[in-house]
């Protein structure tokens, strides 16, 4: 089983700053094949990220998703107010499909 | 555009099975995969399995030995059954599609969520 680790836990940023969240595998996830959600509060996670660089449909482009190989990278360029929630990244290399434990972006 | 809405008693008592439908509007269950995703509350998600329109299925190891899941082309419905459930089972259970292909099993988009219960 692929065990991803996000850091940090909990990012504290205002708006209009830039945010880098990281997801590292503990292998190699094969092909790119690691997807970045967003979840608020009461709300299911929504597709960000697939393939660690394609933006889903309907995402600004401030949503920007990096890395291959153990290390993945998703950057928020221009923090909106909106978007302070919890971060998940998902790959889908190998099965089962995993999820890392999430990184909380809070407004500072 | 599709939706799925997730269906099922919100509180089972230990020991007893967990029964959810997922209902698919607005698109054909056909030529996807469908998945049961849970959340427990505060905490984060764990893919449960995932059945393909024509009834194969992958499910994880950590819960193979108590999860059936099942598809109802006719009705666009897929169903997750967990058996001896216990309190460690409580959580917001969704369901979510994937694309057909290699490298597609990302899932877009996912129900609202239903919250299960397990207590006596």
């Known amino acids: 089983e692929i065990v991803l680790t996000q850091s940090p836990g909990t990012l504290s940023l205002s708006p209009g700053e830039g945010a880098t969240l990281s997801c590292r595998a503990s292998?190699?996830?094969?092909?790119?094949?690691l997807a970045w959600y967003q979840q608020k509060p009461g709300q299911a996670p929504r597709l960000l990220i697939y393939?660690?660089?394609s933006r889903a449909t309907g995402i600004p482009d401030r949503f920007s998703g990096s890395g291959s190989g153990t290390d993945f990278t998703l950057t928020i360029s221009r923090l909106e107010p909106e978007d302070f929630a919890v971060f998940y990244c998902?790959?889908?290399?190998?099965?089962?499909?995993?999820f890392g434990q999430g990184t909380r972006l809070e407004i500072k | 555009q599709v939706q799925l809405q997730e269906s099922g008693p919100g509180l089972v008592k230990p020991s007893e099975t967990l029964s959810l439908t997922c209902t698919v509007s607005?698109?054909?269950?056909?030529?996807?995969?469908w998945s049961w995703i849970r959340q427990p509350p505060g905490k984060g998600l764990e893919w449960i399995g995932y059945?393909?329109?024509?009834?194969?299925?992958n499910y994880n190891p950590s819960l193979k030995s108590r999860v059936t899941i099942s598809v109802d082309t006719s009705n666009n419905q897929f169903s997750l059954k967990l058996s001896s459930v216990t309190a460690a089972d409580t959580a917001v259970y969704y369901c979510?599609?994937?694309?057909?292909?290699?490298?597609?099993?990302?899932?877009?988009?996912w129900g609202q969520g239903t919250l299960v219960t397990v207590s006596s």
């Open positions: 393939g660690a660089s």
């Open positions: 607005g698109g054909s269950i056909s030529s996807y995969y």
């Open positions: 059945i393909h329109y024509s009834g194969s299925t």
């Open positions: 979510a599609r994937s694309k057909e292909g290699s490298g597609r099993r990302w899932f877009d988009p």
């Open positions: 998902q790959q889908y290399s190998s099965s089962p499909i995993t």
């Open positions: 292998q190699s996830v094969t092909s790119n094949y």
